[in-house]
């Protein structure tokens, strides 16, 4: 029976070592999509501002022709405003961090499971805050193929011990 005992607990073993392997490799892809996400939007983002410079022209047209008694300081104080609140660069230094963070925990052989679930919940409020920025359509896609594919990737993290 202690024979039959031995030879059932590491049958158990090694199904858990090989759902593990599978399991590292598909959270691998995802982590591999992710970045390919981010450096798209880090290149659509590279041309947001002229993009927003652009817009934000014809508006100040429009507003000076309905307010020309409106104070340029005004007018540049509202510039800078939006000039802030599209900038991405920010989540997409946080998005890389927890790319660079999440490789470093698969790489472990410790129990993980707790530590990748709370990351696939920073990953997804910066995708979010990404979406939220931006003025482009095709970043707001991009956006939201990378909410996508986090939350396959938060799936698969449920599996993780």
């Known amino acids: 029976m202690l024979e039959s005992l031995a030879e059932a607990l590491a049958a158990v073993a090694a199904a858990r070592r090989a759902e593990g392997e599978q399991l590292d490799a ?3 892809d995802q982590l591999r999509e992710i970045d390919s996400l981010v450096v798209t939007a880090a290149g659509l983002a590279a041309t947001q501002p002229e993009a927003i410079l652009a817009r934000l022209k014809a508006q100040v047209g429009d507003l000076l022709d309905a307010m020309p008694q409106m104070p ?7 510039v800078a405003l939006l000039a802030a609140k599209a900038d991405i660069r920010e989540e997409l230094d ?13 790489s472990e052989a410790t129990p993980v499971g707790r530590r990748l679930d709370f990351l696939c919940q920073e990953f997804n409020r910066e995708a979010n805050t990404l979406c939220a920025k931006s003025n482009d359509i095709e970043l707001t896609s ?8 986090i939350d396959q990737m938060k799936e698969q993290v449920q599996n993780i011990e």
């Open 26 to 28: 598909v959270l691998s």
């Open 72 to 78: 340029e300081d005004r007018l540049m104080h509202e």
């Open 94 to 106: 946080r998005l890389r961090a927890h790319i660079a963070a999440a490789r470093d925990l698969l």
């Open 142 to 149: 991009t956006g939201l193929a990378l909410k996508a594919v």
